[in-house]
C-alpha cells in the first residue's frame, strides 16, 4: 500500500468521513472547503493523526498549509519527511 492510499483510509477512519470510500477522494482535490470538506478543528486533528501515524511533527502552520493542500501533498509531504529521518 502505498502512502497516497495508506492517507486516506486513516482520513476516512480517523476523522469519520464513512460516507466516503478511498477510491472517491481524488489526490489532487483540496482537503479543505470544496474538496473534502474538513475544517479548521480537522486541521487540528489531522496535525495529531500524522504523528500518530507515520511519527512526523508538523511543527508551523506554513508548513502544515503546504502539506494539507491536498492527499497528493500530503503524501509527498509524509514521503519526504520519513526518507530525511
Known amino acids: 500500500m502505498n502512502t497516497k492510499e495508506k492517507l486516506k483510509k486513516i482520513l476516512i477512519e480517523d476523522l469519520n468521513l464513512e460516507e466516503l470510500t478511498p477510491e472517491d477522494i481524488d489526490d489532487n482535490a483540496p482537503l479543505f472547503g ?39 501533498a500530503l503524501a509527498a509531504y509524509v514521503d519526504q519527511r520519513l526518507a530525511t529521518t
Open 34 to 72: 470544496e474538496g473534502l470538506g474538513l475544517d479548521s478543528l480537522d486541521a487540528v486533528e489531522l496535525v495529531v493523526i500524522i504523528q500518530k501515524h507515520f511519527g512526523i511533527e508538523i511543527k508551523n502552520m506554513e508548513e502544515g498549509r503546504e502539506a494539507f493542500r491536498s492527499v497528493e
